[in-house]
């Protein structure tokens, strides 16, 4: 089955301090995975995708295919990335491209 | 570029009632999205179409829920008769293309439902 799990409903940390967020996958192919945000008000927009492979917002993610998994990580949090956050994955052989999202998870940080 | 536009952006009706939600992707985009995004869930799609056809409708409740895109570029999602389980917010996303290999999705800003 098709699945993303993000096991985590609310993250909570300081300014400063590191942040992982958790996201594991169960896919029978090859997968592309992302992390979608949703900022206060805002719509849900596309924050990174494991094959640019790139850091955006300090926010970096590495795909495991052993571990299945695919953590969102920053080394110093900031207020402004308190969102909501979800993992996604999409089928790279497939004709249709729909994403499956994971429940999401709430960042918070504070001061 | 102007976004996914999407009409209305609340709506309450009764069990039972009708409803209809319209979307209008980026202008050149060809694949269109619905999700449903239930409190505490993440968006799961109902529908995915490519230009005016039909890509991927496997999960939506066909008994109730129907879609279309005209012409390849406006879309409507109409529920009729409503259940209380359809309160949710109604997501429209548009892409570039479609066909195997992801293509970003541009999302709006959603049609929040709720049935009474």
């Known amino acids: 089955a098709q699945r993303v799990t993000q096991p985590e409903k609310l993250l909570s940390v300081f300014k400063g301090a590191p942040v992982e967020l958790k996201c594991n996958y169960s896919?029978?192919?090859?997968?592309?995975l992302f992390w979608y945000v949703q900022y206060s008000r805002q719509r849900l927009q596309l924050l990174l995708r494991h094959i640019s492979r790139e850091s955006i917002k300090g926010f970096t993610a590495d795909l495991n295919k052993g571990e299945t998994s695919f953590h969102l990580k920053k080394p110093f949090a900031q207020e402004e990335d308190s969102a909501m956050y979800y993992c996604?994955?999409?089928?790279?052989?497939?004709?249709?491209?729909?994403?499956?999202f994971g429940k999401g998870t709430t960042l918070s940080v504070s001061s | 570029e102007a976004g996914v536009a999407q009409s209305p952006r609340y709506k309450i009706i009764e069990k039972r009632q009708s409803v209809a939600f319209w979307c209008n992707p980026i202008?050149?985009?060809?694949?269109l999205y619905w999700y449903q995004q239930i409190l505490g869930q993440g968006p799961k799609l109902l529908i995915q179409?490519?230009?005016?056809?039909?890509?991927?409708d496997s999960q939506l409740p066909k008994d109730r829920f129907s879609a279309e895109r005209l012409k390849g570029v406006d879309s409507t999602l109409k529920i009729q008769p409503a259940k209380l389980e359809d309160s949710a917010v109604y997501l429209c996303?548009?892409?570039?293309?479609?066909?195997?290999?992801?293509?970003?999705?541009?999302f709006g800003p959603g049609t929040r439902l709720t049935v009474l």
């Open positions: 179409f490519q230009n005016n056809g039909v890509v991927d």
């Open positions: 896919y029978s192919g090859s997968p592309e």
């Open positions: 996303a548009s892409s570039s293309r479609g066909g195997a290999g992801y293509n970003e999705q541009f």
């Open positions: 996604a994955l999409s089928g790279l052989n497939q004709a249709g491209t729909a994403l499956i």
């Open positions: 202008s050149g985009h060809a694949t």
